[in-house]
Structures are given as C-alpha cells and as structure tokens.
C-alpha cells in the first residue's frame, strides 16, 4: 500500500544563530549536547560575519517562497 504525502517539516537556522555549546543544545555527530558557555563563546570569536537575523520582511518573503 502506497503511503500518502501529508506534509513537509522545513526547518534552519541562519548562519550564526545556533552555534555548538548554544543554551538549547546542539547535535554534533548525531548526538545532542548540552549547552556549553566557553564552546559557544570560541565559536562566537570564531565567526567571520555577524549573525544573521531575518527582519520582518525577509520572514515574508521566506513565507511566500515556501508556500
């Protein structure tokens, strides 16, 4: 029996916004972490851009793009 299509999960990050050691975890090697304040800040230091945080009408086009 064919199984049916119900949906789709789309999910990211952007870069920057969830690095290893972040509060709410992270997977490294297919195993979750717990956060790690020092990991997080040499992953910081590391970043050779900004974090990118989308405004609100970047989100909207994000949202109509998926839709």
Excluded: C, E
Excluded at 23 to 48: H, S
């Amino acid at each position: 029996m064919a199984k049916k299509l119900i949906g789709y999960m789309i999910t990211w990050t952007t870069y920057g916004t969830w690095l290893q050691g972040d509060k709410r975890g992270y997977v490294k090697n297919g195993t979750i972490l717990p956060a790690n304040d020092k990991l997080k800040f040499a992953n910081q230091k590391q970043q050779k851009f900004q974090a990118v945080k989308l405004d609100s009408s970047q989100k909207h086009i994000v949202h109509k793009a998926i839709l």
